[in-house]
């Protein structure tokens, strides 16, 4: 497989991670980015599960068909609480806070 080969904006993050603040930062970041993802990459499945359209959530939910479509297949989306909350109670499922595995 060939490699890709590194941008600008790939070398200029290399070149930030040799700063410790600026490296943690990043990985928080990421983590949250990625945390976010995966969250709504379950919520997607669980709609289909309900065998239910993105337009029907929608439509169930108030949210407007672009916002979930764009929640369910982009990368690196930010949706509000309150809309994950919506979204998770149509296709039957809560919200809860659980203790990380140590």
């Not at 599960?49 to 169930?60: C, D, M, N």
């Amino acid at each position: 497989m060939a490699r890709r080969r590194k941008t600008a904006f790939d070398r200029y993050v290399s070149e930030r991670m040799k700063s410790s603040e600026f490296a943690e930062a990043y990985r928080e970041a990421k983590n949250e980015i990625d945390a976010t993802d995966k969250l709504m990459r379950r919520l997607d499945k669980e709609r289909e599960t309900a065998h239910l359209t993105k337009a029907e959530l929608a439509r169930r939910t108030g949210i407007p068909a672009e916002t979930v479509r764009k929640l369910l297949t982009a990368a690196g989306v930010n949706p509000t609480v309150s809309t994950i909350n919506r979204l998770a109670a149509e296709v039957g499922l809560t919200l809860a806070l659980v203790k990380k595995a140590s």
